[in-house]
């Protein structure tokens, strides 16, 4: 009985939209809050990585978090703190130009 309420039990997904070395349709904040919830559910960490590799469009973003061998939850997060960071200086640097700043939350 146990293994029937397994196989009717959804794949962890993400949802909001993609990620991109330069620009987010879902912040970080809701990844973050995803990925726990996805936790408290039960969903086996590699699941929920794969999930997140999922929306993430190829880039070197996705290249780095690909090329690293045993990645964790608390790894997935930390580096989407570290993205969201890069995006926001580079943002804010083109910010005198005239271009609009997408503020994205910190996980």
């Not at 991109?20 to 970080?28: C, G, L, P």
């Not at 070197?60 to 690293?68: A, E, P, S």
Request: proline share 2%; glycine share 6%.
């Amino acid at each position: 009985m146990k293994d029937l309420a397994y196989l009717q039990r959804k794949e962890f997904r993400l949802h909001g939209g993609q990620i991109s070395d330069t620009t987010s349709d879902i912040t970080y904040n809701s990844i973050c809050k995803q990925i726990d919830e996805g936790l408290q559910e039960k969903h086996p960490e590699g699941e929920i990585i794969r999930g997140v590799l999922h929306t993430i469009k190829p880039g070197n973003f996705r290249d780095m978090l690909t090329n690293k061998d045993d990645f964790t939850v608390t790894e997935l997060k930390s580096f989407c703190v570290t993205q969201q960071m890069s995006f926001n200086k580079t943002m804010n640097s083109h910010n005198s130009s005239g271009v609009a700043v997408l503020t994205l939350q910190l996980c």
